[in-house]
């Protein structure tokens, strides 16, 4: 098996390589994102899957205590991609999920969720409002947290 590593803006295949493209929680990530939906539409014979963090559950509270107002990002970034995809010559088929985790307590919650969703990047009262948050999830079975799905489902 070869393995390439390039960036998704800029896939080093040629059309209608693979029957199925298959991105799960990048396309968040990644620069260009209308230039790197479209590489994947290029490549792709048949269907594209792209499932990303959408704006339902818990986490989108979470994400209000660092950056307020920028959340609705996901909500905005989903309806671009869709719109694209459907650009490009597939049809669409958007299913919502909301994922859910269970962490022992709030301390761990606080330190996996403080890496995972910020890159350990808080500060003092921002730690403190997260804290916060986690113990208002508590309950004798752990501290309970979800997160919002969107798996978008592109097809020919």
Known sequence: VETKVCKAEDLPFADNSFD?????WVV??????????KEM????K???IIILPSE???ETEMLKIKYHDKYNLRKERILKIKK???????RIKEVRKTLRFVFPNVKESLEIMS??????????DEKLKLKNFFSKRKTKKGVYFTQGASFIYGYK
């Open 28 to 37: 968040q990530e990644i620069g260009d994102l209308q230039k790197s939906i």
């Open 20 to 24: 199925i493209v298959f991105s799960r």
């Open 84 to 90: 694209w995809v459907k650009e490009y010559g597939f």
């Open 41 to 44: 539409c290029r490549i792709a």
């Open 56 to 58: 339902e559950g818990d």
């Open 115 to 124: 890496i995972i969703g910020f890159d350990n990047k808080l500060n003092k």
């Open 46 to 48: 048949k269907n594209i």
